[in-house]
Each structure stands twice: as structure tokens, then as C-alpha cells.
């Protein structure tokens, strides 16, 4: 899951606002973030190299150490402690752990395969991404629209008032990423638009993913909080 999983952060800046909605977004997406580390690391390589050639369906990649279950002891903890620390709240701590494990249950249903630990160990997830991807995306899009409406029902509750312009920017950026999947879930970009081979040492997958991710959270971080309270 990509978009689903910065709705959740939403929701724990509207209960939690004495945590800082970027904190949120980037722990939200924890797993994600240092599965970009530990492929540069060279421990959860990424293919097909090739950024044109990738799509849901044929990404490979064993996420050992940033989505396994057994690993992710570790970052619960790891997670609790920087929310604590930051925020000098145990509230926030707690809630840094849930998110990730938000993350873990999100990905179980519309997501990558994942294990206990290694390959060779007990399989967790639906594995919708090589299976069947586009029913991976509805379930994402789903989720995220209901977490969508929650959250502006909350905000309405609260007094909370937002223009259409800047609802529709908030929205559009969760479209984008459901888009950006609904391209890349069984074809190719060098299929879609029929592009030659070719080699650039910038040509890979992952800065596509990186770049994707990034410019959500700087939307997300800029147009969420740009609201009116009456109260």
C-alpha cells in the first residue's frame, strides 16, 4: 500500500495534535523509508532495475529486515522511543508504534508478501501486488476514501473549515498515488508508451518510488494544515 498508508497519519495528527503532522506522515510510512535505505545498502535489492520495465505485478524484493514480522519488534520499540522522545509523550510514543503497525496490517491485504523472517519462514499477506493488483488498488482506494471522509466528517465536528479548492488538493494527492499504481500494475511504462531500451545510471526503480513518496508528504504536509477554525 502507498496511499493508504498517509491517510492514517491524518487521522493521528486529528486525535494526537500535539504530535506534528509531518512526524506523522514520514512514521506512517516507516517500513517504506528504510526499505529505500536497505536497498541502497544493498540488502533488499529492488527489481527489475529499470524504472520503465517495473510494475506491481513484477516487482521482486525480500523486505527481510524492513517488513518481515520479527524485525519489526525492533522498530516498534525504535518507533516508540522517537515518538516519546520528540514529543515528551508517551501518547505520541504509543502512537508511533501503532502506525506502524497500521502499516504492517494495511500491507497484509493490499501489498507485498511478507514473512516471519526470510523467505523460507511462515508467509503473512494476501500478496495482492504479484496476484492480483488491481484488486490490490481497489482495496486501497477504498480504504483511503473512507479514511478520507472520516477525517473531513471529524474536522466538520470540530468546527474545522476547509475550501472546496484546498479538500480537492488534499484528495488529489491520494488520486495521484492511486493513479500512479493503476499505471504501473501489470504494464510497463516502456510497454504503455513503447519506449526504447536504454542505459542511464539514473534510469532505476527505486528514485521513481522515492520521488513518489516524497512529493505526497510535501503536498500532504502543505495543504493539510491550511484550514479555518470557528471555534
Known sequence: MLAGHFTTALIAKQKFPKGTLLYFLIISQF????????????????????????????MVVD???????LPQLFWFALAFIIGKTLFKSTRI?????VLLLAHLILDFFSGHMHHLFGADTMEAGLGLYASNPYLAIAIEAIFSMLVLWYFFREETKKGITRTIKNKVAIVSVFVYGIVFMLLIATRSFRTLFNIPEFDLSFNTNM?????????MLYCLNYFVPKFKSSK
Open 63 to 69: 523486505m527481510l529486515y524492513s517488513h518481515d514480522l
Open 93 to 97: 510514543g504509543l502512537v508511533s508504534a
Open 207 to 215: 528514485p521513481t518510488l522515492i520521488f513518489t513518496y516524497g512529493i
Open 31 to 58: 517500513q517504506d523509508f528504510l526499505w529505500f535505505i536497505f536497498h541502497y545498502l544493498g540488502i533488499e535489492r529492488t527489481q527489475p532495475s529499470d524504472a520503465f520495465d517495473a510494475t506491481l505485478s513484477n
